[in-house]
Structure formats: structure tokens, C-alpha cells
């Protein structure tokens, strides 16, 4: 998968996308991600991004020529565009394995108040959120939806890890767990953990996961 992102902070993706699994994905070609400065298509010489909004209001919003220059050179068919902001639609698992179909992603980023709304109309084939709280840019969104993403490629996990995930997509948060040692500052694994008896460990352990997410998630229980 290609992956194009255009941000006004692309020093804050140095490091995030450097590690583990995704790194592992990019070095193996997997993953083709690049980071974009969107200041790099503005022609003024203070390299201006923004712009107040007309009515009035509080805060800028980005202007519309660098965001169409530089979706139009880097948007190659078929790549679908993704703007981050509060105002998308929620972000969960289900999006994201729409999201891993796709060969060709440019997530498009904003800060401020946002998006001129031209951008919206004209260029975004969708606009997600991650969750209902203000952040103060568009980057870290954007860095959850890649991580999200492309952990679901064919390849990018282990088999390990595809299996452990897999044994947790019925819909329930994660039952308990523990390890070595059995007991700890006088706090000791459950009996049946260590009994051996399999059923009696998958019938427990499905009962926690119930009431796990009773207590934590009670949206999840149908
Ligand atoms: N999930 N933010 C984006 C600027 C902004 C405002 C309006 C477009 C329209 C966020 C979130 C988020 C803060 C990133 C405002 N851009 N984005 N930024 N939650 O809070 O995605």
C-alpha cells in the first residue's frame, strides 16, 4: 500500500512510523509512506498557509490554493483522499479494514479551525475523526489511521500476531491475564489458570471477558 500524508508538521511523524511493526512493514516494502509539508506548495515568500474566515470568527483556516496544488500533483488514480478532523465520521476497526482494501491512501491533515470548505466539497473522498476530543493538529490522527491500517495488510504481522488479534475480533474486550511468577507481593494467579483443564480455562475465560466489558464498554454488549 501507498500512503501520502500532507501535514504543516511532518517532523512530528519522525518516530512513531520508525518503530516495530510499521517500520518492519516499510522496510519490507509493504508499506510506501511519504510525508509531505504542505507549506511546500504555498508561492509567497512567508510561505502563508492560512487565512481568516469570511463572516468573521475566531481562529484561520487553511486556504484552499496549497491544499488543491498539492493534492492534484500528489493524488495518482486511484488514491483515496482523507481528510483528519473533528467533524469526520468515527474512526473504528471496521473502517479500517475498508481502509487496508486500498492500494493508494493521502491523508490530508489541518490545524487550526480547519479546512476551507472548497477542500471538503471538491477533493476529500472522506473525512474521519478518532474520537470526540480536540487535539491541536491533524498529524497524531492521521499517524493512528496508518498505524490502524497497516497492521491489516497481508504480511505486516507476524502469524503470532495475527492469531492472538484474531481470537480477539468476537466483539468483547480482552479477558485477564497474568505470568511467571504464580504469586507476587502475596497476589496469586487464578486457581484455574494453572488447573490444566482447558475447557474450564476457555469457559472462565469467556465469562471475564463478559464481565470486563459489561463494566468497562456496556455500548459493545448487543
Ligand atoms: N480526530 N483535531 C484537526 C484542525 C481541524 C479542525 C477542523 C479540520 C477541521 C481530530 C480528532 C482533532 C483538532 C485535528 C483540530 N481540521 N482530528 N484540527 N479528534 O481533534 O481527527
Known sequence: MKIDVLTLFPAMFAGPLDESIIKRARDTGLLELKIHNL?????????????RPFGGGPGMLLKPEPIFEA???LK???????????????????????????????????HYEGFDE????TLADDELSIGDYVLTNGALPAMVVIDAVVRLLPGVLGDDESSRDESFSHGLLEYP???????????KVPEV???GNHAGIEKWRREQAKLRTEKQRPDLME
Not at 472548497?118 to 466539497?121: A, I
Open 39 to 51: 507549506r511546500d506548495w504555498t508561492h509567497d515568500r512567508h510561505k502563508t498557509v492560512d487565512d
Open 71 to 73: 493534492v492534484e500533483s
Open 76 to 110: 495518482r488514480e486511484p488514491a483515496k483522499v482523507v481528510l483528519l478532523s473533528p467533524s469526520g465520521r468515527k474512526f473504528d476497526q471496521s473502517i479500517a479494514r475498508e481502509l487496508a482494501k486500498e492500494t493508494d491512501l493521502l491523508l490530508v491533515t489541518g
Open 118 to 121: 472548497r477542500v471538503r466539497e
Open 177 to 187: 491475564q497474568w505470568t511467571r511468577p504464580a504469586e507476587f507481593r502475596g497476589m
Open 193 to 195: 489458570l494453572v488447573s
